[in-house]
């Protein structure tokens, strides 16, 4: 059952974006070839008329409960991101490490399809290559739900 305050969330984004979400999640972790990356991770859904949108929060760490402020923390500015339907070129899985260096270098090339090895032993992420040359990274619990609700393969 989703929390009030969850509903009202979903409400007003939809209000905002002027369409109905169909299928939504939360990326543990989000980088991009824009050099954006963001570790604790953004909302992602796909929205009726075939739309990818993505937006993050701020999160100040904490303990016990309470949020730490600290001085080298960089102000946070809001980051969010709407993919046009048909703008997504592939989709492909590929080694953490390796999109994370590719966010800092602002690389305009995707990164090869992790093999079954890598795949064992490194964490994994989603690559998803957009028509303009924008590669964007999640970590997602559900690669296989996110595939559907985009309507790609496996």
């Known amino acids: 059952m989703e929390s009030r305050e969850a509903q009202e969330f979903t409400r007003n984004l939809e209000d905002r974006l002027g369409r109905r979400i169909v299928w939504r999640t939360f990326a543990t972790w989000y980088g991009s070839n ?5 570790e604790y991770g953004v909302y992602l859904c796909t929205l009726d008329d075939g739309s990818i949108y993505l937006e993050d929060f701020e999160r100040l760490p904490q303990i016990l409960g309470y949020q730490i402020r600290s001085r080298n923390t960089p102000k946070y500015e809001k980051y969010s991101l709407l993919l046009p339907p048909g703008s997504v070129r592939s989709v492909s899985r590929v080694v953490k490490k390796q999109a994370a260096a590719s966010c800092l270098a602002a690389s305009r090339i995707p990164l090869a399809s992790a093999g079954r090895l890598a795949t ?34 496996n």
């Open 34 to 38: 824009e050099g954006i990356v963001r």
């Open 120 to 153: 064992a032993l490194f964490p994994i992420v989603t690559q998803l290559e957009t028509e303009d040359g924008r590669c964007l990274y999640f970590e997602l619990i559900d690669h296989k739900a996110f595939m559907r609700a985009i309507g790609g393969d």
